[in-house]
């Protein structure tokens, strides 16, 4: 008895089909060769966001890694400015506007970014630079055409790597200015440019849905007092940001395809266009890489 249960077992063993339900089923080629189909190469895993914004100080890397670039894909990152008052590492911006993720976020300014700064003295700067992306008449709307030469540019360059799962990324950010409302669809239109260079695309990727650029003139220019213009929305969450009494755009999401793998130069610049009287300011924070359809090209919705 004992041989036999041993002889059936071993049996058992060596007719897979016969004594197991789930074997993938076998083919047959040309040749009359068996086997089972090849399943290809692994899958890349989709990205996922990694937040390592605690314990930062003001440097390059820091304003990086408070936007959540903490996943090794951030090759090389350069901070260009007037003055160090010109950016920082906040965990708040006035009473209402907190990082949309993690406990930090990154800010520049053409003035000083504290909110104690007088947001109607952008300060004696007045440094002359070439216009990163010059558009023509008008450049946002309603303004004038771009000039050649612009006043207290901050520049955030950064040279990233996509992850292999990655289709395209996004990242936040909340502009506001000083210039508002006063110097509305006029030569003074201090300007946010999110410029990247890639295999498929050198342009900024941050506009309106009329393909403006994020000045005062944008259409996403509406968390001001509603006295102060009909697309107005409301300026509580101004409150306490030194710009309660002027404008802003609220938060806004930029998203923009990149090939799996590719290295590509992502660069945030703000700069004075006019003079350099007023202070306009950004916020920075939660870039992520998605791993969705993004063929359409860059899109900025709020």
């Known amino acids: 008895m004992k041989t036999a249960q041993c002889i059936t077992v071993v049996l058992c063993s060596l007719s897979l089909l016969a004594c197991g339900s789930e074997i993938t089923a076998e083919t047959e080629d040309d040749s009359g060769n068996v086997g089972f189909p090849d399943a290809g190469p692994p ?25 959540e670039l903490c996943d090794g894909s951030l090759l090389s990152v ?12 906040v965990d708040g911006y006035g009473q209402s506007y907190r990082p949309k993720t993690g406990v930090a976020m990154a800010t520049l300014a053409t003035g000083g970014v504290s ?17 990163p992306s010059p558009k023509g008449d008008p450049a946002d709307g ?3 055409a771009d000039p050649a030469q612009v006043q207290d540019m901050v ?3 950064m040279r990233l790597k996509a992850p292999l799962g990655a289709t395209g990324f996004q990242f936040d950010f909340n502009f506001m200015s000083a210039e508002f409302p006063e110097y509305l669809c006029t030569e003074f239109d201090d300007t946010f440019v999110a410029y990247l260079e890639s295999e498929g695309i050198t342009d900024n990727i941050s506009f309106d ?3 403006n650029v994020i000045s005062i003139n944008t259409g996403f220019f509406d968390v001001c007092s509603p006295d102060l213009g009909a697309s107005c929305m409301g300026n509580q969450d ?39 009287e007023l202070t306009s300011q950004v916020l920075l924070d939660n870039f992520m890489w998605v791993a969705e359809d993004l063929d359409d090209g860059p899109i900025t919705i709020d």
């Open 155 to 157: 520049k955030l360059a």
């Open 209 to 211: 849905e009329n393909d």
């Open 238 to 276: 101004l409150a306490g940001t030194g710009y309660d009494d002027r404008g802003g755009t609220g938060w806004l999401t930029t998203k923009a395809p990149i090939k799996p793998g590719e290295e590509f130069s992502l660069t945030f610049y703000l700069f004075d266009e006019g003079d350099a």
């Open 43 to 67: 899958q890349p895993e989709p990205p996922v966001q990694i937040v390592c914004d605690t314990g930062l100080g003001d440097a390059a890397s820091d304003l990086a890694k408070a936007m």
């Open 78 to 89: 350069n901070l260009e400015e007037v003055r160090a008052v010109q950016h920082a590492v």
């Open 142 to 144: 309603c303004g004038t």
């Open 115 to 131: 909110p104690q700064e007088d947001k109607d003295n952008g300060g004696t700067y007045d440094v002359s630079t070439t216009h």
